[in-house]
């Protein structure tokens, strides 16, 4: 979101639930400012919601109760944070209670401080507040059909499903209605076992509250033992457009769409001090990253590294994720750029000469703060081949690979504008996922900006649509199968836009990749595949090296099991040049990506340098399996 954000302050300071701004300080006094915290601060449980009890031997007319989200935002070293209180109410006595109004409040962790005078000096140690997801009504399931977490034959797996569950009282409990052998759930809402065999595993689960039920039904992708844990993964970016409150019962509407999106890592924008993305994966059961601000990541898997914020205040940051522990992680960074002035803006409505508009680019912040954050980047950069790199988010701008001749009238009589926001990772080595998936930019465009806002009154012209948001990813062996803009339903645009099931101003970018991923040393026998009988051959030795193999040849994709796992893949097959007596190990490289000259050439590479290692068993073959 661009222009509301003026519109979204004035609310603000209209709006009596939500403070725009704290009392102002009495007596600035550094002794009044650098006093200890020895009073008292506590919830009175027995009372109204957010009711505090609090005692010091300082009264002041001017002491005050602020609530903050626990995300961000509240004093820092005995100074204002970055953000105003959500809630606050003079608290001048020696002794006392004063109650915070919670009605506004979305379920989740709050912060509450005593504070000196009209300052920020603590009175007492801060508190910890909860507000919990209200209960009554009927039980249902936010979403009816979720896929969780994937698990491996032979690995523990535990996963909690009790977020997706409203309604009912806190006594709800939860039960099976058929499942496959390995899976079990407790009344609590855990779903637990250690799967037995690979495949598609399901358990269809009953929440049952005093005087309702309801079902849903989770899937859950078994690997087989040894394999990776992922087959593929799918990330999303998304612009939560003031964190989803621009339209009604968001919490839900923004479950539902995660929770059945697919997506095994989002990158969050618009987070609202860190408001949202805490919410979020308590209720699906996921990791998180906040920055305390606008920026967040969402992820099916753990988060096992912070790199904090690298462009501020929190326009861009990122975590290192441990998809299958240290054997698959990735570095996922997510960004957003300023908003203003805003490039297409130049372009259609102001017609700016394209100095001009690449020089607002760097006055609206966009352009330093892209470098900062690959400069943030730097090291994960370098190392992308070994871990991959993700940089995802709203830009704000578009890209130098959709201001193609073929769109000149669509983008306002421009074309060859070098977006520095898309030139710079560009250089940094890093790939525009839809622009790999789509490479015709005149064939699919991408928009993203935006299925919202179709009308500029302020300019009385038609809003310019472009593709503003990103999925940017580095590293050797990374395929794209498929990249698309993602909007729920059919939303109204603004002003009817209240309703809408679809939370954003933004479409969405979710973009599947996979990797070329070494399985390692295997004690099967070698697999032959011979092209013209379309077979394939189980062999006590070693595969004789005296055929005819062309390392480039390519077979047509084919159906066969390899230990006992079914797969689709195109074969190539390598002869290995340290052979004994015409016999040596066979290298086999599977996927559907591996059409193009460059990938096949890449392929030989890995090839060439594996069956090269001194240390390979003749008996033995190596897989390099491209999953699909």
Same mark, same amino acid.
């Given at each position: 979101?661009?222009?509301? %954000? *003026?519109?979204? $302050? ?20 550094? &002794?009044? &400012?650098?006093?200890?915290?020895s009073?008292?601060?506590?919830l009175?449980?027995?009372? #109204? ?6 005692s ?7 002491? !005050?109760?602020?609530?903050?989200y626990? +995300?961000?935002? /509240? ?23 004063i109650q ?17 005078n ?10 910890? @507040? ?17 896929e ?21 009282n806190?006594?709800?409990?939860f039960?099976s209605?058929g499942s496959?052998?390995w899976?079990?759930?407790n ?21 049952? /509250? ?22 593929q993964?799918k ?6 457009w003031? /964190? ?7 919490h ?5 769409f ?15 001090q ?6 979020? #994966? ?12 606008d920026?967040? @990541?969402?992820?099916?898997?753990? *988060? ?10 929190s ?13 698959? &992680? ?15 803006y ?33 090291n994960?950069?370098?190392? +992308? ?6 940089l995802?988010?709203?830009?704000? $701008?578009?890209?130098?690979?959709d ?6 009238d669509?983008?306002? /009589? ?6 520095p926001?898309?030139?710079l990772?560009?250089?940094?080595g ?6 790999? +998936? ?6 699919d ?56 099931? !679809?939370?954003?101003?933004?479409a969405?970018?979710?973009?599947t990749?996979f ?5 390692g ?21 070693s *595969?004789n090296?005296?055929?005819?193999r062309d390392?480039?040849?390519l077979?047509?994709?084919d ?20 052979? %004994?007596? =015409? ?13 193009? =000259? ?8 890995l ?6 290692r001194?240390?390979? =068993? ?11």
């Open positions: 979101m661009r222009f509301l %954000t *003026i519109a979204s $302050a004035l609310w603000l300071a209209l709006c009596p639930s939500v403070r725009a701004q704290d009392p102002t300080p009495q007596d600035p006094s550094p &002794q009044n &400012q650098s006093s200890q915290a009073g008292t601060l506590s009175d449980s027995d009372q #109204a919601p957010f009711t505090f009890e609090y010091t031997d300082r009264p002041n007319p001017a002491n !005050w109760i602020g609530l903050y626990s +995300a961000g935002g /509240g004093p820092v070293d005995q100074e204002k944070g970055s953000s105003n209180s959500i809630e606050w109410k003079y608290a001048p006595r020696a002794q006392g209670s915070l109004d919670s009605s506004s409040l979305e379920p989740g962790n709050y912060t509450a401080f005593f504070l000196a009209g300052g920020y000096t603590w009175l007492a140690e801060p508190l910890q @507040v909860i507000k919990s997801r209200e209960f009554g009504g009927d039980v249902s399931f936010i979403v009816s059909n979720v969780l977490p994937n698990a491996r034959v032979g690995d523990r797996y535990s996963y909690s499903i009790r977020g997706l569950v409203h309604g009912g806190s006594d709800v409990r039960s209605e496959s052998d899976i079990s759930i009344n609590d809402g855990v779903i637990s076992g250690t799967p037995t065999s690979s495949g598609k595993a399901t358990i269809r689960v009953r929440a049952t /509250g005093a005087n309702s039920t309801a079902s849903a039904f989770f899937t859950i992708n078994v690997a087989a033992s040894g394999s990776p844990l992922l087959s993964l990330v999303l970016s998304v612009n939560m003031n /964190g989803g409150t621009e339209v009604t019962n968001y839900d509407k923004q479950v539902r995660f929770a059945s999106s697919g997506a095994d890592v989002v990158g969050i924008q618009e987070d609202q860190g408001r949202h993305v805490p919410r979020l #994966a308590d209720a699906l059961g996921w990791h998180y990253w906040s920055s305390g601000g920026i967040g @990541v969402l992820s099916k898997y753990p *988060i096992t590294e912070s790199y904090g914020i690298i462009s501020g205040p326009r861009s940051g990122g975590v290192k994720i441990s998809l299958d522990d240290k054997k698959q &992680q990735i570095n996922f960074f997510v960004a957003h750029l300023g908003y203003t002035p805003y490039g297409p130049d372009t259609c409505f102001n017609h700016l000469p394209v100095e001009k508009i690449l020089q607002h680019e760097a006055q609206s912040g966009r352009t330093p703060q892209m470098k900062a954050t690959l400069a943030g980047m730097k994960q950069l370098a190392q +992308a081949d070994d871990t991959p790199v993700f995802v988010g709203d830009f704000n $701008a578009p890209s130098h690979l201001y193609v001749e073929g769109l000149k669509k983008n306002c /009589g421009y074309s060859g504008i070098k977006w926001t898309s030139i990772p560009e250089e940094a890093l790939i525009d996922s839809f622009r790999v +998936a789509h490479p015709d930019p005149v064939a465009q991408g928009i993203t900006w935006s299925p919202i806002y179709i009308w500029n009154s302020g300019y009385g012209k038609p809003e310019p649509r472009d593709r503003i948001d990103f999925i940017l990813y580095k590293g050797q062996g990374l395929n794209v199968t498929d990249s698309r803009t993602v909007v729920v339903d059919d939303p109204k645009p603004e002003p009817n836009h209240r309703e809408n099931e !679809w939370f954003s101003d933004h969405a970018v979710l973009s990749l990797r070329v991923v070494l399985i040393l295997h004690d099967a026998k070698p697999v032959e595949y011979h092209r013209q009988t379309k077979s394939v051959m189980q062999r006590e030795e *595969i090296n005296t055929g005819s390392p480039d040849a077979v047509q994709p159906e066969f099991k390899l230990q006992g796992e079914q797969y689709t893949r195109c074969s190539v097959i390598a002869r290995g040049p340290r052979s %004994t007596k =015409k016999r040596t190990s066979v290298i086999w490289l599977y996927g559907e990506d591996l059409q193009s =000259k460059r990938d096949r050439k890449r392929v030989i590479k090839l060439k340098c594996f069956t090269a001194p240390n390979l =068993k003749e008996s033995m073959a190596i897989v390099l399996l491209a999953h699909r």
